[in-house]
């Protein structure tokens, strides 16, 4: 028995020390007669075993989702009218909707805004290639 407080233990210790336990009741069933007791607590071990991955696997995808969150307070977007995210520390310098919301995430900047032949502004993404329109304030997707 741990003197550690439940409380303080995460979810893997906890596991662990089930499986520990498990793999003791394992070792004491073997020093039976009894075949079904002995077929019973190696059912029950696998069984633990089989939670102790599941449990790693969810919390490495826990641990994943927290630096996904992380990551995310450094930008800030969609921001309308135009959708743009933008750098935390920078609302100058826009990135393309299109590129950052891919998978895997890119952060590519829009190239300043230039007319077109019909005098229309546009910025273009200097990775996907994405044309987005300007009409001086806000952006529309083209």
Known sequence: MSIIPQAALTTVQVVSGLAASAKNAVDLAKASSNNELKGAVSELYDSVLDVKARVLELDEEVR?????????????????PHGYYFQADSM??????????????????????YR?????FE????????LYYDD???????
């Open 136 to 142: 001086g304030q806000g952006l529309s997707k083209g």
């Open 92 to 113: 100058e310098h826009p990135l393309c909707p299109k590129c950052f919301q891919s998978t895997p995430r890119m952060v590519a900047f829009l190239k300043s805004p």
């Open 116 to 120: 077109d032949q019909s005098g229309k």
């Open 64 to 80: 994943s989702l927290k630096a996904e969150l992380v990551e995310r307070a450094n930008y800030v977007g969609p921001v309308a």
């Open 123 to 130: 910025r273009r993404c200097q990775i996907c290639r994405h």
